[in-house]
């Protein structure tokens, strides 16, 4: 029977084959190995705790914000400053929360959760806190099909310059641009005040960017 391909063929594709598999593998590695740990997953080492500190704590190498009886809230900072950089978390909630990253400054934000000033979930979105707290150019999209309820969904947040980018479980969904907030500052954490929640974050990975 005559060979359906040129015997001569066959090795060459094979070995195109596992070249690129051999070369595409430790590209990825180290691309993942540039994002390192913020949070070590058994205390608050590296973030600034606040003194008292009734929201705060790690169980299960979850850290966890809860809101006190009295409702005051609380933000935790890491110890260290980012500028430029690339923040990868796991958030899980459910029910009602007001949470997000707060970065930058002056002091930039990404939505999680129902919004106080608005009463609607602006999940993924940019809160600046100005006169216009949730811009059009930085409202999210696509977060009712992305978002998993009640389970753990995947962030990532990048800092370039003056443009600011948000995936939600490997999809982009929201992106803002302004020369405002250009300082480096602490990574923050949010438990919003006069609302009785709780937000947990796992697996927190940061690269800082040139």
């Not at 590695?29 to 500190?53: C, Q, R, S, Y």
Request: charged share 20%; glycine share 8%; net charge neutral.
């Amino acid at each position: 029977m005559k060979a359906p391909y040129p015997i001569q063929v066959i090795p060459t594709v094979l070995l195109a084959a596992l070249t690129a598999a051999t070369f595409a593998f430790p590209l990825k590695a180290a691309a993942a190995d540039e994002l390192k740990p913020i949070f070590n997953g058994k205390d608050l080492t590296g973030w600034k705790v606040p003194t008292p500190n009734p929201c705060w704590r790690v169980v299960d190498g979850v850290l966890i914000g809860e809101n006190d009886e009295e409702l005051k809230g609380s933000l935790l900072w890491t110890e260290p400053s980012y500028g430029n950089f690339i923040l990868e978390l796991e958030v899980r909630w459910t029910g009602e929360i007001d949470s997000g990253i707060l970065f930058r400054q002056p002091e930039l934000q990404v939505q999680f959760g129902v919004s106080r000033s608005l009463k609607k979930d602006l999940t993924g979105a940019f809160y600046t806190g100005g006169p216009e707290r949730y811009p059009a150019a930085g409202l999210a999209t696509n977060v009712d099909r992305l978002f998993k309820p009640d389970d753990w969904n995947k962030f990532r947040l990048e800092a370039r310059g003056n443009t600011f980018t948000v995936w939600l479980n490997g999809q982009q969904v929201s992106q803002f641009t302004s020369d405002k907030y250009a300082e480096a500052a602490p990574i923050g954490l949010q438990v919003h005040a006069k609302l009785k929640m709780k937000v947990e974050f796992r697996n927190l990975r940061a690269q800082v960017l040139n």
